[in-house]
């Protein structure tokens, strides 16, 4: 049955964009090569190093999140080398396939979808293969709902020759990531998802370490437009090597302006406030987390076999408007995915806990109206 409703975007990417971000893609398009698009340029990569909290260079790509973790393969590991890649969810997959295409050995440190890596683990993993040249982890694995302890494996890894890649592309912008103290050489991160701006930008953080390695390739990457080198040259006269997307900059320099108005550690709290909330909702609706330790920006939930998920998600989406992700893997038709950063506010989470628990109810649920809100309103009280 259709209705009327406006829609609303809690999917963990892409995530709704301001308006003011908008604006800016429909304005007249202007040339790139100008002083006007190098001061753009400019502010931009100072207000993604606030948002990443890194003095790094950052290299801006055109493309998805895949093709930062893909610069971070090539440009870090020569063919033949040995990596190890934190094995647990989609995302994590695809740090291992990279590796793969490029004839780079990955080691697997593999736990359970839901589980969190042990720091302790990844050094013995480290002891016995020394010849380990980057370790590769997931911020928050975006099919698991897992935030991991990146801090603690950063100051693992950091004691080694080994470079740390960061997968923070749905993390980053949302929830804490301090880049340069957490010791990662390589940040991957995408526009589409807590920095509120829509697909098509992605960014490579380099640490000194990291270009110390890729200066010391004697072979060149096994890729032209993924070469970090010809970024990190363009990016001293604030420009990039070949044509940037300007209207797409332009957009997000505007969603980075709002996360800093607000300060970077402000937006955390606010974030982590909300995943609270909304994890309280589902131990009260009788539903499971998922995650073993869970990351802010996002929340999978369990669902019950009774419950028909995939009924669940268009009836969201077709009566309420509210359009949410379902899960992958083996956890697809069984568990639901709730984005809680960026521009996704109290009042959505509110309404989409309160939509839920009615189809819930109507498929059949055992459930008080109200309790999944009553406890999510205690916990936005504390
Ligand atoms: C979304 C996402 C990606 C993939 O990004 P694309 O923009 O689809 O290429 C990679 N890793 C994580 C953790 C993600 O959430």
Known sequence: MKSLHHDRLMTPGPTPVPEAARLMLARDLRHHRTTEFREIFRQTMEGLKKVFCTKNEIALLCGSGTSAMEACVVNAVPRGGKALVLYSGKFAERWAKLCERFGIFPILYEVPWGRAFDPAVVRDYLERNPDIQAV???????STG???????????????????????ISGVGGMECRTDDWQIDLLAVGSQKALMTPPGLAFVAVSDKAWKKRDAMTVPPPAFYLDLQAYRKSAQTNDTPYTPPRSLVAALLESLNLLNEIGIEEVWRQTSRLARAVRAAVTAMGLTLFAERPCDVLTLIQMPESIDVKRLLSDLETRFGVKIAGAQGDLKGKAIRIAHMGMIDELDLIGCVAALEQLLIEQGWELTPGAGLTAMQRELLR
């Open 136 to 142: 590769y982890a997931t911020l928050s694995e975006t």
């Open 146 to 168: 897992v935030g991991h302890d990146i801090a603690g494996i950063g100051r693992v890894v950091a004691e080694t020759d080994a470079l740390f890649v960061v997968d923070g």
